[in-house]
């Protein structure tokens, strides 16, 4: 916006200007996507893996925050945290087992990881975050943190059926709160069935 003040005399008018500068506008804030911001891991040697996500542009060096929540009745894994990097895109399926989640029409895009631990311990599949809102951490032997920055932290849960596991993501209390992501994990073996029929939720939330 800018002030013009005349000031006159008989040979001339003079125009005086003066600037106002605009108030800073504020960073738009940007929306976490359950699609293209969650993915799954699987560690596949001592420090890398295979990383599937619906986002073709991720790009090498990346971080990834890797939540290892182990199922319910599991006696030897504990939950954890760990970070990992892509190292790059591949064309090619790096594992088999990730197939694609059925919540979603896209089409699904595979990384290289690697891992920060110097040898890998824990499940050897993960859910995989990135850059979520707010940290990870393990509470009550349960990773939890609000990843999507709407003020309820978000729970991690997965369960089994014939032939392969269902990781969630749940904002709230797994099976009380709401199902925010979901990917199928092929095992190709019989598997005790344990899911409920709530944990079948979809489509994912974008």
Not at 6 to 13: M, R
Not at 16 to 26: D, F, I, Y
Request: proline fraction near 5%.
């Amino acid at each position: 916006m800018k002030a013009a003040f005349w000031s006159c005399s008989f040979a001339s008018c003079v125009v005086l200007t003066l600037g106002c500068s605009k108030p800073a506008s504020n960073p738009p804030q940007t929306t976490f996507s359950y699609e293209k911001q969650v993915g799954i891991a699987s560690l596949q040697g001592s420090n890398g893996g295979c990383f599937a996500i619906f986002n073709d542009s991720l790009q090498p060096g990346t971080k990834v925050v890797l939540a290892d929540q182990p199922p319910a009745n599991e006696q030897y894994d504990k939950p954890a945290v760990w970070e990992a990097s892509i190292v790059e895109r591949v064309t090619e399926v790096c594992d088999n087992h990730l197939s694609a989640s059925h919540d979603s029409e896209g089409e699904v895009s595979w990384y290289t990881l690697r891992t920060s631990a110097p040898e890998w311990k824990g499940t050897s599949v993960q859910v995989a975050i990135i850059d979520p809102k707010e940290a990870l951490v393990v509470r009550d032997e349960k990773v939890t943190g609000d990843i999507d920055g709407d003020g309820t932290a978000e729970f991690f849960r997965n369960c089994f059926s014939n032939e392969g596991v269902h990781y969630q993501v749940w904002t709230g209390v797994p099976l009380e709160g709401r199902g925010r992501w979901h990917w199928y994990y092929y095992a190709g073996y019989d598997l005790e069935y344990n899911c409920s029929e709530k944990e079948y939720f979809g489509p994912k939330s974008r």
